[in-house]
């Protein structure tokens, strides 16, 4: 009885941590749409998948959002690469979170 109270908790135990993860996952996963970073001031060129965007990769060398998301609702295709002044007036971009700067991945 013992080894079964103590299997039963090893289970509960297990089941939080993945339960848990799971719904961090899907709060850190970006809604469907195309994103946007700064790589040069006042350019902002399409991420190939929006879920490789990552807000620790904006550097503070510019006063303009380091990215913006397409609207779901818009399925225009914008092409490779915007300016500021087209991205910043179009109601089908939302700046993601409240970072600026230019973007720079890792390698």
């Given at each position: 009885m013992r080894n079964?109270?103590?299997i039963a908790l090893s289970l509960l135990v297990v089941g939080l941590?993945?339960?848990?993860?799971?719904?961090?996952?899907?709060?850190?996963?970006?809604?469907?749409?195309?994103?946007?970073?700064?790589?040069?001031?006042?350019?902002?060129?399409?991420?190939?998948?929006?879920?490789?965007?990552?807000?620790s990769f904006c550097e503070n060398d510019s006063d303009r959002p380091c990215a913006y998301q397409q609207s779901q609702e818009d399925s225009t295709e914008y092409g490779?690469?915007?300016?500021?002044?087209?991205?910043?007036?179009?109601?089908?971009?939302?700046q993601i979170g409240n970072k600026e700067g230019i973007y720079v991945p890792v390698p």
């Open positions: 079964f109270k103590k941590a993945i339960g848990t993860q799971a719904f961090k996952n899907a709060e850190n996963r970006l809604a469907d749409g195309d994103v946007y970073v700064q790589t040069s001031t006042d350019t902002y060129i399409k991420l190939s998948d929006p879920n490789d965007f990552n807000p490779a690469t915007l300016s500021y002044d087209a991205i910043s007036v179009s109601p089908s971009f939302d």
